[in-house]
Nanobody, 121 residues
Framework: QVQLVESGGGLVQPGGSLRLSCAAS????????MGWYRQAPGKERELVAQ???????VYADSVKGRFTISRDNAKNTVDLQMNGLRAEDTAVYYC???????????????WGQGTQVTVSS
């Protein structure tokens, strides 16, 4: 069983910064991708940033130039640095890892429980 635990959320003023971190409970055999999603009240969950095993990244247009996704292999985490936060970034942020736990297993997607980010003055 794999657990993903997000941390780093909170209340921040517009223009401020937060760094989210997602820690996995175990190492993966192989990782296809690691990403951050968010869901605001009354809206569907949307992709914020994705990091593929190749090292390539994809960002939502609304966060390009402000958010950066990165991976720390030593800590087994995927982080999201968020700068220039806006009120419209307010949401619950979830991390997702698509990976194989063992060499003989199947590729599965794992989700964290979410962390609240609130941008308000």
């Amino acid at each position: 069983q794999v657990q993903l635990v997000e941390s780093g959320g909170g209340l921040v003023q517009p223009g401020g910064s937060l760094r989210l971190s997602c820690a996995a409970s175990r190492k993966f055999w192989s990782i296809d991708g690691m990403g951050w999603y968010r869901q605001a009240p009354g809206k569907e969950r949307e992709l914020v940033a994705q990091l593929y095993s190749s090292g390539s990244t994809v960002y939502a247009d609304s966060v390009k130039g402000r958010f950066t996704i990165s991976r720390d292999n030593a800590k087994n985490t995927v982080d999201l640095q968020m700068n220039g936060l806006r009120a419209e970034d307010t949401a619950v942020y979830y991390c997702k890892v698509t990976a194989k736990v063992t060499s003989y297993g199947f590729v599965s997607s794992y989700w964290g429980q979410g962390t609240q980010v609130t941008v308000s003055s």
